[in-house]
């Protein structure tokens, strides 16, 4: 495996450039690294985006209003209060233009983009560390005194947390947000919320769209399991998010991603039942890895586990042995502010693909169960 290809960026490369570089053993290549939700869209809705994908490439798409309005209409929020864009990194970068002035309050480890954007114009980034003897969850009242510490002019929180899947209670994130009524600016990332089972109604959003300053960050790619589209949004009162959907071009949308706002209003079911079997997942996928006496695993609210290896294993190698030996694509840490390579971020999948990726990381610290996973393998391929 072609080192260079995950030192490019603080990101993991995209499946299809890990799909191209692998050549033939691409098309086994099961992704645990992108967060997704694997029960959704079902086969019948991929079946007729199919039959309806001539005319979705063919022509042009409706402008961002219509689209958002439906969007609006399909989640019961008043469209005044959203703006949609071409993935939820668009608005960040266009939060950090607008109202990013000086400097911005943010845990570590978390999003990559949350740190880089703004270090990129010049903003001071003043860093949380949320510490491993912690189990990397947040305390609101410390991290209220390190903005007030630092001065900070906007503050994030990222509720459920990448990579390791922490989750605030809403009280407690509504709590922060009223304490911090007199920053430029409050923002709370929602991208994963979809995923928590642990309270009914747990997003702020509602809340975000009557305070003065406050705007809560969605990401429908990652809910629905279509990052190929780019799409997420934003909630904030109707003076905020008009001047976002101001700044965004009128025709930021393209066509798939209006076919699937529309989609949605028919398959409301089948996506929350989506949600009941990841929930599921993620516990078994959780009880499965514990089990290895190398893995040290946090609990998670979101659709991906954060795991900590033993000293024994090198993170880095892991991740290249396990691409090329058995076409898995994992999440290693190292370039994550905050982390290191002790620690990989798997995404939550089917149990199958589990068994597959327990096996598989055995048999790296067990190098004598390779010889005995190749025979089985030899042996499902000649039944």
Same mark, same amino acid.
């Given at each position: %495996?072609?080192?260079?290809?995950? +030192?490019?960026?603080?990101?993991?490369?995209?499946?299809?450039?890990?799909?191209?570089?692998?050549?033939?053993?691409?098309?086994?290549?099961?992704?645990?690294?992108?967060?997704?939700?694997?029960?959704?869209?079902?086969?019948?809705?991929?079946?007729?985006?199919?039959?309806?994908?001539?005319? @979705?490439?063919?022509?042009?798409? =409706?402008?961002?209003?219509?689209?958002?309005?439906?969007?609006?209409?399909?989640?019961?929020?008043?469209?005044?209060? %959203?703006?949609?864009?071409?993935? =939820?990194?668009?608005?960040?970068?266009?939060?950090?233009?607008?109202?990013?002035?000086?400097?911005?309050?943010?845990?570590?480890?978390?999003?990559?983009?949350?740190?880089?954007?703004?270090?990129?114009?010049?903003?001071?980034?003043?860093?949380?560390?949320?510490?491993?003897?912690?189990?990397?969850?947040?305390?609101?009242?410390?991290?209220?005194?390190? $903005?007030?510490?630092?001065?900070?002019? @906007?503050?994030?929180?990222?509720?459920?947390?990448?990579?390791?899947?922490?989750?605030?209670?809403?009280?407690?994130?509504?709590?922060?947000?009223?304490?911090?009524?007199?920053?430029?600016?409050?923002?709370?990332?929602?991208?994963?919320?979809?995923? @928590?089972?642990?309270?009914?109604?747990?997003?702020?959003?509602?809340?975000?769209?009557?305070?003065?300053?406050?705007?809560?960050?969605?990401?429908?790619?990652?809910?629905?399991?279509?990052?190929?589209?780019?799409?997420?949004?934003?909630?904030?009162?109707?003076?905020?998010?008009?001047?976002?959907?101001?700044?965004?071009?009128?025709?930021?949308?393209?066509?798939?991603?209006?076919?699937?706002?529309?989609?949605?209003?028919?398959?409301?079911?089948?996506?929350?039942?989506?949600?009941?079997?990841?929930?599921?997942?993620?516990?078994? %996928?959780? %009880?499965?890895?514990?089990?290895?006496?190398?893995?040290?695993?946090? =609990?998670? +609210?979101?659709?991906?586990?954060?795991?900590?290896?033993?000293?024994?294993?090198?993170?880095?190698?892991?991740?290249?042995?396990? $691409?090329?030996?058995?076409?898995?694509?994992?999440?290693?840490?190292?370039?994550?502010?905050?982390?290191?390579?002790?620690? @990989?971020?798997?995404?939550?999948?089917?149990?199958?693909?589990?068994?597959?990726?327990?096996?598989?990381?055995?048999?790296?610290?067990?190098?004598?169960?390779?010889?005995?996973?190749?025979?089985?393998?030899?042996?499902?391929?000649?039944?």
């Amino acid at each position: %495996m072609d080192a260079g290809l995950f +030192q490019q960026t603080a990101h993991s490369p995209s499946y299809f450039e890990l799909a191209r570089r692998l050549g033939d053993g691409g098309r086994q290549l099961v992704d645990f690294c992108i967060p997704c939700n694997p029960y959704f869209p079902t086969p019948e809705m991929f079946d007729e985006l199919s039959r309806n994908l001539e005319a @979705v490439l063919k022509f042009y798409p =409706s402008d961002a209003d219509t689209i958002a309005a439906q969007l609006a209409r399909v989640l019961g929020l008043n469209p005044a209060t %959203m703006a949609m864009s071409n993935g =939820s990194t668009e608005l960040i970068t266009w939060m950090d233009h607008l109202w990013f002035t000086e400097s911005v309050a943010i845990p570590i480890p978390t999003f990559g983009r949350w740190t880089d954007q703004p270090m990129e114009t010049g903003k001071r980034v003043d860093m949380f560390p949320l510490r491993e003897i912690d189990g990397f969850r947040l305390n609101v009242d410390h991290y209220l005194r390190f $903005i007030r510490a630092r001065r900070s002019k @906007v503050a994030v929180l990222c509720n459920p947390n990448n990579p390791d899947g922490g989750y605030l209670p809403r009280r407690e994130v509504i709590r922060f947000m009223d304490e911090l009524a007199d920053l430029d600016l409050v923002v709370i990332d929602e991208s994963f919320i979809d995923f @928590v089972d642990a309270e009914r109604d747990p997003s702020v959003a509602m809340d975000a769209a009557i305070r003065p300053n406050v705007v809560v960050l969605k990401s429908l790619g990652k809910n629905f399991g279509l990052h190929g589209i780019r799409f997420g949004y934003l909630v904030a009162n109707p003076g905020l998010a008009g001047t976002m959907r101001r700044t965004l071009p009128k025709w930021n949308l393209n066509s798939l991603a209006e076919t699937v706002v529309y989609m949605l209003a028919e398959h409301g079911a089948e996506y929350r039942e989506s949600l009941r079997l990841l929930a599921r997942d993620r516990y078994t %996928m959780g %009880m499965h890895l514990a089990q290895l006496p190398e893995l040290t695993v946090y =609990s998670s +609210q979101a659709n991906f586990l954060l795991v900590k290896l033993s000293a024994a294993i090198d993170g880095t190698e892991l991740r290249d042995y396990l $691409i090329s030996r058995h076409q898995l694509f994992i999440r290693e840490c190292g370039n994550k502010l905050g982390m290191s390579n002790r620690f @990989v971020r798997l995404v939550v999948r089917p149990q199958q693909d589990v068994a597959r990726l327990v096996s598989a990381m055995h048999a790296y610290s067990h190098p004598q169960w390779e010889d005995e996973l190749a025979l089985r393998r030899n042996a499902a391929r000649s039944a």
